[in-house]
Structures are given as C-alpha cells and as structure tokens.
Nanobody
C-alpha cells in the first residue's frame, strides 16, 4: 500500500477552485512534516507548500502564495491543499510528500504519493 494517497484532482475552469486531499496510510507518517509538489510533463518537480505537524511552520512558494492554502487534520491522517483562482499554468500532476523532521521550507522529502492530475482550462 502506498504510504500517501492523493485525490481531488480533475478538470477545472480558470478562476475556479479545487481541494486536493492526501491520506497517509501509516499513522506515524501522518505526524511528519508534509508537503505538496507538482510536476508538468517534461518539467521539474516544483515544491509548492509544506506544513509541520504542529502547524506552526508553514511554507509557500511565491507562485502559489495567496492562492493556495495547505492544512492538515492529524486526527484523520490527512493533508489538504485548497487551490483558488486557478490558472492554466497550474496544470500539473500534484504530489504529496512527507518526512520525519526538519523545517517546512526544506525541499527534500522521503515518502511520496502517486500523484493526482489537475487540469485548468480556459
């Protein structure tokens, strides 16, 4: 079983919203620092946002700050990414990731999901 499973992707119009969900299969992993990345075909994986277990250390990359919100529900082993004001350039496969410790802004992660496709059309 994959340690992290994403859902919530799909097709959205420009300006619309989507909420991605990532469920950790292991309770221990769900208490790690967790993050969202995205990757376009032929592109590099982009580090978008991260949040630590206590939710007092949160990171956003500039391109999504103010539009995307990362949150978590530790009781449900779940990580979220609320995406608002979607743009065509947000089209990508979105991945969640986790690691045991470290600052949220560090881009190196140990556990990965399989990704969920988000397509924004105009």
């Amino acid at each position: 079983q994959a340690p992290l499973v994403e859902s919530g992707g799909g097709l959205a119009q420009v300006g619309a919203s989507l909420r991605l969900t990532c469920v950790a299969s292991d309770r221990t992993i769900s208490l790690y620092t967790m993050a969202w990345f995205r990757q376009t075909p032929g592109g590099e994986r982009e580090f978008l946002a991260a949040i630590n277990w206590r939710e007092n250390d949160i990171y956003y990359t500039t391109s999504v700050k103010g539009r995307f919100t990362i949150s978590r529900d530790n009781a449900k082993n779940t990580l979220y990414l609320q995406m608002n004001s979607l743009k065509p350039e947000d089209t990508a496969v979105y991945y969640c990731a986790a690691r045991p410790k470290g600052r949220a802004a560090q881009p190196e992660y140990d556990y990965w999901g399989q990704g969920t496709q988000v397509t924004v059309s105009s």
